[in-house]
């Protein structure tokens, strides 16, 4: 599966933004789909994820991002309202073999898209 990652964008402090990850290849109802960010010198970390029976969030992003599939248009999106500075980072969207555990380690995905840039002024 491919996955093309887009949405990002500068917007600021308190306000939201869709991010896209389009699938080719694969249908993302068929997988383990999540979303990791990466901040200027820090390690890639888990933000969001989601399978065909449940999702799960960062203790950070729970109650501000929501992550959704759209099977007909092959996408999963992650909608973040109430952003913060400290959210500023470049999006990346992957996925992994199916589970019904949802998985948070980068090295659990093994397909990735490029990432988008989230920028959040205060």
């Known amino acids: 599966v491919q996955l093309q990652a887009s949405g990002g964008g500068l917007v600021q402090a308190g306000g939201s933004l869709r991010l896209s990850c389009a699938a080719s290849?694969?249908?993302?109802?068929?997988?383990?789909v999540g979303w990791f960010r990466q901040a200027p010198g820090k390690e890639r970390k888990f933000v969001a994820a989601i399978n065909w029976s449940t999702a799960d969030y960062a203790d950070s992003v729970k109650g501000r991002f929501t992550i959704s599939r759209d099977t007909a248009k092959n996408t999963v999106y992650l909608y973040m309202d109430y952003l913060k500075p400290g959210d500023t980072a470049v999006y990346y969207c992957a996925a992994a073999d199916p589970s019904w555990l949802l998985k948070s380690r980068p090295n659990e995905y093994g397909y990735w898209g490029q990432g988008t840039l989230v920028t959040v002024s205060s």
């Open positions: 290849g694969g249908n993302v109802d068929m997988y383990n």
